[in-house]
């Protein structure tokens, strides 16, 4: 996939909210304006539940103790009840 640089001046309460979101997922502005973006023009976006961001949460916080503990997302979600 071909990517693209652009630079995007925020209002400074929208910029609290992508830092906002950015650190309660563990993910890069990057990856939270572009399913701001995907989301506006209807593309749909995986938006995980509670369960999963918790898990996923619990799984970077095991890796930073013991990266050896780091699994593929897909295997993280795939152990949450109601999921297989």
Do not use: C
């Amino acid at each position: 996939m071909a990517v693209r640089k652009v630079a995007v001046t925020l209002p400074e309460e929208l910029y609290a909210l992508v830092e906002r979101a950015r650190t309660l997922e563990h993910r890069s502005r990057s990856e939270i304006i572009q399913e701001a973006l995907r989301t506006h023009f209807g593309e749909p976006t995986y938006r995980p539940n509670d369960d999963e961001r918790s898990a996923l949460v619990a799984a970077l916080d095991a890796a930073q103790e013991d990266p050896a503990s780091l699994r593929e997302w897909s295997e993280v979600r795939a152990s949450l009840p109601g999921r297989r």
